[in-house]
């Protein structure tokens, strides 16, 4: 009982990771129809960002709540902007063209960010300062928790309770989901589709870079080809959730982070990839829309 209680603290912990990079790609498809593969080599260019920002402002000897604060708003306005910079000239030019060639910008995008990341931080795995959070534990019952885990959970909760609420309670949520309904419709009622667009990249990539953060304090080491494997563990998540709704994104990221930890807990790290899929693939037979995703009716 006490692996199984520990196994799902890692999960959840793991899951709270996927769920916050599975949002970027559930929120860009949802308005977009859209899979921007370059997302996950967003959250390991973010983890590299934060790293250097640590470094050079602070020095990797100082910590404190004003620096960990800082270097986690630093590095979710500098890794928006380049979200930004990614749909100005890698999407948004083709955003009338065939959906094939959109997915292969993002391609084309993904391996611009995650070789630039090599060139310009080496191929070498680099090591998170350990004091970044404080090193305390707690021992309840036989479960270790770490300070960490607990921030991890904390943050991330507080973050997908937020956008839930300000996609569902505010002018701009409501604009966004009038966008993902019918693009057209939303500019004939004076919605500037651009500027939504816009917003949704910031937000994603904000949120990735909170998990690239957390990743690199989390696990400690991070290489700049970390973004694939992290990317398509969030992308099986909100497929999972169902592509395109937001609470989707969330449960489908818990769920998997949670399998996950079972299946390595249990079974074997090797083998957890390949029951992930086995599982999405269970997953789409049964209920091809996800597990919270709705049937809509193709616009013809």
């Keep these: 009982m006490d692996i199984f209680l520990q196994q799902m ?18 929120m860009v498809y949802g308005v977009m129809r859209l899979i921007n593969f370059a997302h996950g080599d967003l959250v390991a260019f ?11 402002i602070f020095g990797e000897s100082i910590t404190s709540l004003v620096a960990v604060i800082t270097v986690f708003v630093f590095t979710a306005a ?11 000239l890698a999407y948004r030019p083709l955003r009338t063209a065939p959906r094939l060639s959109a997915v292969v910008s993002a391609l084309g995008a993904g391996l611009v960010i995650q070789n630039s990341v090599m060139l310009i ?3 070498n795995m680099k090591i998170f300062p350990s004091n970044l959070f404080p090193s305390t534990i ?14 991890i959970l904390g943050v991330s909760s507080l973050l997908m309770v937020g956008l839930y609420f300000f996609i569902h309670q505010t002018k701009i949520g409501t604009a966004i ?19 939504i667009i816009m917003i949704i990249f910031i937000i994603g990539s904000a949120l990735g870079a909170v998990a690239g953060l957390f990743i690199g304090t989390y696990y400690r080491g991070i290489t700049f080809d970390m973004g694939w494997m992290y990317g398509l563990n969030a992308f099986v998540a909100a497929i999972m959730g169902g592509i395109g709704n937001i609470p989707g994104a969330m449960l489908g990221g818990l769920l998997l ?26 997953i789409l037979v049964l209920r091809p829309t996800g597990i919270l995703g709705e049937t809509v009716a193709e616009k013809v």
Aim: proline fraction near 1%; charged fraction near 10%; hydrophobic fraction near 55%.
């Design 46 to 56: 973010s983890a590299f960002i934060g790293l250097s920002v640590y470094a050079q």
């Design 257 to 282: 982070g949670l399998f996950n930890a079972m299946i390595t807990g249990y079974i074997s790290t090797q083998w957890a990839e390949t029951f992930t899929f086995v599982l999405l693939i269970g």
């Design 138 to 151: 707690w021992e309840i019952g036989g479960i270790v928790i770490t300070f960490t885990q607990v921030m």
């Design 177 to 195: 989901r009038a966008v993902a309904i019918d693009q057209d419709a939303a500019k004939l009622m004076g919605i500037n589709v651009n500027r």
């Design 121 to 123: 931080w080496g191929p």
């Design 78 to 88: 500098i890794v928006a902007f380049v979200g930004v910079l990614l749909e100005r």
């Design 9 to 26: 603290v890692n999960g959840l912990t793991i899951g709270s990771l996927y769920a916050l990079v599975a949002l970027g790609y559930t």
